[in-house]
């Protein structure tokens, strides 16, 4: 029976000793991947209706308001 306990310790100190024979591979660490918005200005949200404006104001402007042309 001290045979068979002996016997089978052996083994298993081997099993473990050929699993870890190469060594342990090296901690890789991978890097932390951050995202940052682009800075918008504040003035976004105004271009939009001045652009409009200026049309129109362009627009009105060339009418030719009713009136004949000389001859």
Do not use: F, H, R, Y
């Amino acid at each position: 029976m001290k045979k068979t306990i002996l016997a089978l310790a052996l083994a298993a100190t081997a099993g473990v000793g050929m699993a870890n024979a190469g060594g342990l591979a090296p901690v890789v660490v991978e890097e932390e991947v951050v995202i940052e918005d682009a800075a918008s200005t504040s003035a976004a949200g105004i271009i939009v209706p001045l652009m409009l404006l200026l049309l129109i104001a362009a627009a009105a402007s060339s009418s030719s308001g009713g009136s004949t042309p000389p001859v």
